[in-house]
């Protein structure tokens, strides 16, 4: 079957560096996403990596290992308007994304 | 980026009534949308996909006629949520791809929270 692991919650203090993780198995690989949801809000896009590698984009920066079935997603210089749920999904093989449960950041003064 | 629009934002209907729901691209036009539905506290649950000028997949224990899909347009797809009851009441959220573009992200709508008295 298909499954995206991350983890549930974490927290993180304004101004640090967190990096959350995400593990996948789906059946074929055309990309993974990240994806920014706050709370009663829909899912804004942040980055998207097809190929093993680091993608940066400002304070956010994305990580892809396909043979490792791995990514993470670092967020530097932590601002409280960070806190929020940050979703990995995989586009398969039919091209349909498969989402992770999300992972809720916390971000402590 | 490309934009989705829903409408309406949020919705309170009885018990037994029907709801439709509508989302559209704005500058874009999309072949295929997704309709998803969120409880509190839980991921994104895809419900179906609906594609223009057929017949909407459904994912697996949703009910296609409860949950009826209109993509009549390329701009336009609308859910119904038919005899609402109380445990329909969730944030539906749909989204589009752009098919001009090669990997696509999906576009998300902003949402509509229904609540089902």
């Known amino acids: 079957g298909q499954n995206i692991d991350q983890p549930t919650e974490m927290t993180a203090t304004e101004g640090a560096i967190v990096q959350i993780n995400c593990t996948y198995q789906?059946?074929?690989?055309?990309?993974l996403f990240w994806y920014q949801q706050h709370a009663g809000e829909a899912p804004t896009f942040l980055s998207y990596n097809v190929l093993d590698g680091l993608e940066e984009k400002g304070r956010f920066s994305s990580f892809l290992s396909r043979s490792k079935g791995y990514s993470y997603l670092l967020l530097k210089e932590l601002q409280m308007k960070d806190s929020a749920s940050y979703l990995c999904a995989v586009m398969d093989s039919n091209y349909q994304l498969i989402w992770g449960a999300g992972t809720k950041l916390i971000i402590k003064p | 980026g490309a934009v989705v629009s829903q409408h309406p934002s949020w919705v309170i209907c009885k018990s037994g009534t029907s709801v439709k729901i509508e989302c559209r691209s704005l500058?874009?036009?999309?072949?295929?949308m997704f309709w998803y539905r969120q409880f509190p506290k839980q991921s994104l649950m895809l419900m179906a996909t609906s594609n223009e000028g057929s017949k909407a997949t459904y994912e697996q224990g949703v009910e296609k006629d409860k949950f009826l899909i209109n993509h009549a347009s390329l701009t336009l797809s609308t859910l119904t949520v038919t005899s609402a009851h109380p445990e329909d009441s969730s944030f539906y959220i749909c989204s589009a791809r752009d098919p001009t573009v090669s990997y696509s992200e999906q576009y998300f709508g902003p949402g509509t929270r229904l609540t089902v008295t």
């Open positions: 500058d874009f036009q999309a072949t295929t």
């Open positions: 789906t059946s074929g690989f055309n990309g």
